[in-house]
């Protein structure tokens, strides 16, 4: 950094045109970082899904329930080690907007199938004694300001009446990318209190398999043992289940790559013209900079340079920004279970914003070291 005065001189004369510029990459930094929490977010499940866990569903629909007896069968397949259950509730808590996912799960197993969520002991107990007892992730206690003992009232849609839970338990993710927006209660009380059509039903089924190398052999053999009868079944890795449901909103990776590399292309081309009017006028100086000596290697790296520095300055803005937006909170009301800018994100945005700098840098800083002395000196 021994020429650091002469970066700092030529990127302060043009005060307007270099915070501009700044400005553009602080901007398209943002924009990266957002569509990073997105991208994260509709990915979470195939990042944490367990390699030797499947899930089965009904082969019609995913709202189309498969009875409880299936359990018992499942665990005399080979090579299913446990089995569990859930069913989605879709409640209301005191506004539509307030959503978070609620199941309804077998207390036995839901946990040893699961233990990627944890919690204290006492408190699992506690919930496991309560038949209204309720398991919180902490980002709906955070969310809502709850705590242990309150009660929680949901408004039922598919299952209809008024329910109140009381939260016994409050879970935490062991990795960052772990959802801590559910909110579980007991499977027997939704048996209990749902109507008749839906007795003995449940709403899926997940399944530990002792060898994660033998899961399509393994997911064959249940649909196959359940196939011709009245609730046929569709099985898949928990991966592949997730990626289900990120297709069914659409290519999403298609559409935040088509929205970023536009973004990236135009800042290219801001980049490069600022450095191409920077040059300009600066032309009879860079001349005689080469006149008193210094080489041409010297003049192109002292534009790449200024180039550089935009990039990582507006580039670090942006990024810190968007960091500082995601520790707001989730502005998505729980729509994006996971909202979090990871550290990878934030090292790809600013080598990005580096790579886009010297790209836009590279062909004024070539210009500029091929200039002519002689032919710079008469140019007004």
């Known amino acids: 950094?021994?020429?650091?005065?002469?970066?700092?001189?030529?990127?302060?004369?043009?005060?307007?045109?270099t915070t501009l510029t700044v400005g553009s990459f602080a901007v398209a930094l943002f924009l990266f970082g957002l569509l990073a929490v997105v991208r994260g977010a509709f990915n979470q499940g195939l990042e944490v899904a367990g390699a030797d866990r499947l899930v089965i569903v009904n082969k019609v629909s995913l709202i189309q329930p498969l009875p409880i007896a299936y359990n018992d069968r499942l665990l005399r397949i080979p090579g299913v080690k446990q089995v569990t259950h859930a069913n989605w509730f879709g409640g209301v808590y005191q506004d539509e907007r307030n959503f978070f996912p609620q199941f309804?799960?077998?207390t036995e197993t839901y946990r040893e199938m699961f233990p990627e969520f944890a919690m204290p002991e006492e408190?699992?107990?506690?919930?496991?004694?309560?038949?209204?007892g309720a398991v919180v992730g902490e980002d709906l206690v955070k969310r809502f300001h709850w705590k242990i003992g309150d009660r929680v009232p949901l408004k039922g849609t598919i299952f209809p009446g008024t329910w109140?839970?009381?939260?016994?338990?409050?879970?935490?993710?062991?990795r960052q990318a772990d959802d801590t927006t559910q909110f579980w209660f007991h499977y027997k009380l939704l048996e209990e209190r749902q109507n008749q059509y839906w007795k003995g039903l449940v709403g899926w089924y997940t399944v530990r398999i002792d060898d994660p190398d033998h899961a399509v052999r393994i997911a064959k053999a249940i649909d196959e043992s359940f196939a011709n009868s009245p609730w046929e079944t569709k099985t898949d890795t928990e991966k592949a289940f997730a990626a289900s449901f990120v297709k069914q909103a659409g290519n999403i990776q298609l559409l935040l790559l088509s929205i970023g590399?536009?973004?990236?292309?135009?800042?290219?081309?801001?980049?490069?013209n600022t450095m191409a009017i920077a040059v300009r006028d600066r032309v009879r100086e860079l001349a005689i900079l080469k006149a008193v000596g210094y080489s041409d290697n010297f003049v192109l790296g002292l534009v790449l340079g200024e180039a550089l520095l935009l990039?990582?300055?507006g580039g670090g803005l942006?990024?810190?920004l968007a960091k500082l937006f995601t520790l707001g909170g989730d502005p998505t009301r729980g729509l994006l279970p996971f909202f979090y800018l990871p550290t990878s994100a934030?090292?790809?945005?600013?080598?990005?914003?580096?790579?886009?700098?010297?790209?836009?840098?590279i062909l004024p800083a070539v210009s500029a070291m091929r200039l002519r002395v002689v032919d710079a000196l008469r140019r007004v």
């Not at 408190?123 to 209204?132: I, P």
């Not at 109140?164 to 062991?174: D, L, P, Q």
């Not at 934030?346 to 840098?361: N, Q």
Request: hydrophobic content about 55%; overall charge positive; proline content about 0%.
């Open 346 to 361: 934030v090292v790809a945005g600013i080598v990005l914003a580096l790579a886009v700098g010297a790209v836009g840098g």
């Open 318 to 320: 942006g990024i810190l």
């Open 261 to 272: 590399g536009v973004v990236f292309f135009t800042l290219l081309l801001v980049t490069g």
């Open 1 to 17: 950094m021994k020429y650091r005065h002469l970066l700092f001189s030529n990127l302060s004369r043009k005060k307007i045109r």
């Open 311 to 313: 990039a990582m300055v």
């Open 123 to 132: 408190q699992w107990k506690a919930f496991v004694a309560d038949r209204e």
């Open 104 to 106: 309804a799960i077998d």
């Open 164 to 174: 109140e839970f009381n939260i016994r338990a409050i879970y935490h993710g062991t």
